[in-house]
């Protein structure tokens, strides 16, 4: 199984950024998938998440800014970054798992990617 993120960079504030992750090694459209981002010192959050089914959960922080997608066909999860902040700045992961639980939860097994860092600047 491989994730590899693109699409991150730097912007200023109120810019947009869309990130890609795109998957290989496993059947993409049965498994949920999602966002977190990790800031310096901080501890990594649950960004937006997206389930087989197409439903969608954000976190309060980006709701009506973010928007997250994906593309069955291409084995691509997107992540549309709108009115950004400087407080948006973290490194971005892309996720995928079996099942959601509550919250930003991921059960069973479970991938990461490696990351793409996200800069605003105000």
């Known amino acids: 199984v491989q994730l590899v993120e693109s699409g991150g960079g730097s912007v200023q504030a109120g810019g947009s950024l869309r990130l890609s992750c795109a998957a290989s090694?496993?059947?993409?459209?049965?498994?949920?998938m999602g966002w977190f981002r990790q800031a310096p010192g901080k501890e990594r959050e649950g960004v937006a998440n997206i389930d087989s089914d197409g439903s969608t959960n954000y976190a309060d922080s980006v709701k009506g800014r973010f928007t997250i997608s994906k593309d069955n066909a291409k084995n691509t999860l997107y992540l549309q970054m709108n009115s950004l902040k400087s407080e948006d700045t973290a490194m971005y992961y892309c996720?995928?798992?079996?099942?959601?639980?509550?919250?930003?939860?991921?059960?069973?097994?479970?991938?990461w990617g490696q990351g793409t860092q996200v800069t605003v600047s105000s």
């Open positions: 090694g496993y059947y993409f459209s049965n498994y949920c």
């Open positions: 996720v995928a798992g079996q099942a959601l639980g509550a919250g930003f939860k991921f059960l069973g097994d479970k991938y």
